[in-house]
């Protein structure tokens, strides 16, 4: 299959929860048979099974959601123990985690699309990668190192820019910009590691990096007390080093291989073609209506080695508009962390590392 620019940002929101919800409600079927946990949590909560009750859904807001946390209380799977290939884990930070398990072809197919997804700002060919991090990270087994590695795959000849002790290495920078600055150029780092050890020394050096595509994520809580935002963010690269093509996303191990990407106009993250986002207010469950902040609740149809299609987060967010932005479907952003919901977060894991300092 060739996959075109707009590959998994094509469809109109109207088209897209035409072709979500059979799915979504296919996969719900398909997790009450095959993972017993789930049926008996649905039950719980007084939702019958959708064969005994003839039940049909009129839309994707009235599928039942899980609670994300419930992964990390509970074994969740919907194959057997002998087909299980993976058990991915969680960045959570007080000994809770979550556990998703992955057979071989529900791996095999969340790589596949979250490969496509990042074909759609980094093009078909693999480019040079400059990593905002440590080559001694991809030694580790921490949820931070699962990230870079993950997106190592994304790129080639990369260069760490941090020394084995989590320094910066002007040097490995220059020469990196000197072998791949005059052509495109993939850069990934958590968003406060990118701005520290990225930004700020490429502004002081008077670096060039307007060829570089930077794609990252997390951490903005920790740029909160610097009083730098997403926007402050993308127009202090843009005026100092001349980086514009800037990526956030949002994703989470529970629903793997889905990312919500940020598009190229800065300021709202979009939901692919086999993903959705719904805004609940916390106290009524109800959907809000756009503008209004409320409990993101994230689906996927990926989901199939466990029931993580239709989650409930402990995020905040708010749809800006509908088909009205860089790409059709929902516009939002994400607003933070309920209050007193766990911190967790790969880039918060940085802190604790040898050498780590603290946004």
Request: with cysteine.
């Amino acid at each position: 299959m060739i996959v075109t620019a707009q590959d998994v940002f094509a469809l109109a929101q109207k088209d897209k929860e035409a072709r979500l919800l059979p799915e979504l409600a296919s996969l719900t079927s398909h997790h009450r048979a095959a993972c017993p946990a789930y049926d008996r949590i649905l039950k719980a909560i007084g939702h019958a099974d959708d064969r005994e009750c003839g039940r049909e859904y009129a839309a994707v807001g009235e599928l039942p959601w899980l609670p994300v946390r419930m992964f990390k209380d509970h074994v969740l799977k919907s194959v057997p123990d002998d087909a299980v290939f993976r058990v991915l884990t969680s960045s959570g930070t007080t000994g809770a985690v979550s556990r998703i398990h992955l057979d071989r072809e529900a791996a095999a197919t969340q790589a596949r699309m979250l490969a496509r997804t990042m074909r759609t700002v980094l093009g078909p060919r693999r480019l040079p990668m400059l990593m905002v991090d440590s080559r001694a990270v991809a030694r580790s087994s921490s949820a931070r190192a699962a990230g870079v590695l993950g997106m190592a795959n994304f790129g080639r000849d990369h260069t760490w820019i941090l020394d084995e002790h989590d320094r910066p290495d002007l040097a490995a920078l220059e020469g990196f910009l000197a072998r791949h600055g005059d052509a495109p150029f993939l850069i990934f780092g958590f968003t406060f590691m990118v701005w520290r050890y990225l930004y700020e020394p490429a502004r002081a050096a008077g670096l060039d990096l307007s060829r570089g595509v930077l794609v990252h994520s997390g951490g903005w809580k920790k740029l909160a007390a610097q009083a730098v935002d997403n926007a402050e963010f993308r127009s202090s690269f843009a005026e100092h080093t001349g980086l514009t093509r800037i990526h956030n996303f949002y994703g989470m191990v529970e629903q793997i291989g889905t990312i919500f990407l940020e598009g190229s106009s800065g300021g709202s993250l979009y939901c692919t073609d086999f993903a959705d986002v719904i805004v609940r207010d916390p106290a009524t469950w109800a959907e809000t209506e756009p503008g209004v902040p409320g409990l993101l609740e994230v689906v996927s149809t990926l989901p199939r080695s466990y029931p993580g299609h239709v989650l409930l987060t402990e995020d905040l967010g708010v749809v800006h508009g509908i088909d009205d932005g860089d790409w059709p479907g929902k516009r939002f952003s994400v607003l933070g962390r309920l209050p007193r919901a766990e911190a967790r977060g790969c880039s918060d894991t940085f802190a604790a590392q040898p050498g780590g300092v603290a946004a």
